[in-house]
């Protein structure tokens, strides 16, 4: 089943996603070369502790960390380490979370790891961010589950070919076998949301005041295909092109998105895309 917030609930889920949204900025400083990927996991525990929140992340399913770090070609899930030290040039994708009197915020970002990245790189992460906030916009009372997938879907093949120089890398891999989901009392909740339009899937739910999703597209340079590790978690690409992954959590509302990870509740951005947001509840 769909679980459907009242006004009050979704009040409580903003405060939840301005907790990720603080470990966000908090980890986005230490995200510097010579950290190690533990490091970023410590920080993101005491922020945490200092919101009087708890983790959604740690134990998850037996996951052993506070947020998923991601480097390079893994796509999703990576453990935190102290011999994964970041370097010069990479980029890092973080996924976090929380949970405030049992209500979960979830969202991701990729950051830069000092200077000096490709241009395919940097260009990567931008189309990967505004086909999130494209299927963002494209959460509107009245349409489906399925216009949201298709809107991150076109914005993403609407984009130029990737390349390097004058030579193309090909397409954009929209990653297949991971997606956006339902949040609320838990982290992972009905519906799950793909990036692309399946026939198989069909239309999927109607959009209501009250359903909140995680909206999160994963991209590639080059495969839509992975695999997972042996340690049960760390997905990386098949082809070991590297990856972004972008999210926030979003509540709909009879006034329309608010997006509870954003620290705005995505005023701005949703603004450029002509989408008025939902009056911040905590404001």
């Known amino acids: 089943m769909v679980q459907i917030k009242t006004p009050e609930q979704i009040a409580k889920m903003r405060e939840a996603g301005l907790v990720v949204a603080a470990i966000h900025a908090a980890t986005r400083e230490a995200a510097v070369p010579g950290a190690t990927t533990k490091d970023l996991d410590e ?3 005491k922020v945490i502790a200092d919101h009087g929140a708890k983790s959604n992340f740690l134990g998850y399913g037996g996951f052993p960390a506070t947020i998923c770090t991601s480097v390079n070609e893994v796509v999703v899930h990576g453990i935190p380490d102290d011999k994964t030290v970041l370097k010069d040039g990479d980029i890092i994708s973080i996924d976090a979370g929380a949970i405030v009197d049992g209500w979960h915020g979830d969202a991701a970002y990729t950051a830069f790891v000092g200077t000096g990245h490709a241009p395919e790189l940097v260009e990567l992460s931008r189309v ?13 009372l009245g349409n489906r589950l399925v216009d949201i997938s298709k809107a991150i879907e076109t914005y993403i093949k609407r984009q130029p070919r990737p390349a390097v120089g004058d030579h193309s890398l090909g397409r954009y891999g929209i990653i297949e076998d991971y997606g956006g989901h339902g949040i609320g009392t838990e982290m992972h909740m009905d519906p799950h949301l793909l990036n692309y339009v399946s026939r198989k899937r069909g239309k999927g739910p109607k959009l209501v005041p009250g359903l909140c999703l995680a909206i999160e597209p994963m991209v590639s340079l080059g495969t ?4 997972v590790l042996k340690d049960d978690w760390t997905v990386i690409t098949t082809d070991g092109t590297w990856s972004s992954h972008w999210e ?12 509870l990870t954003a620290v705005d509740g995505g005023k701005a951005k949703l603004a450029e895309l002509g989408v008025t947001a939902a009056p911040d509840p905590l404001a």
């Open 43 to 45: 920080v993101a525990r």
């Open 128 to 140: 990967t961010e505004e086909s999130m906030w494209a299927g963002i916009a494209a959460m509107r």
């Open 224 to 227: 839509p295909q992975t695999e």
């Open 248 to 259: 926030h959590s979003i509540a709909l509302t009879e006034e329309g998105p608010l997006v």
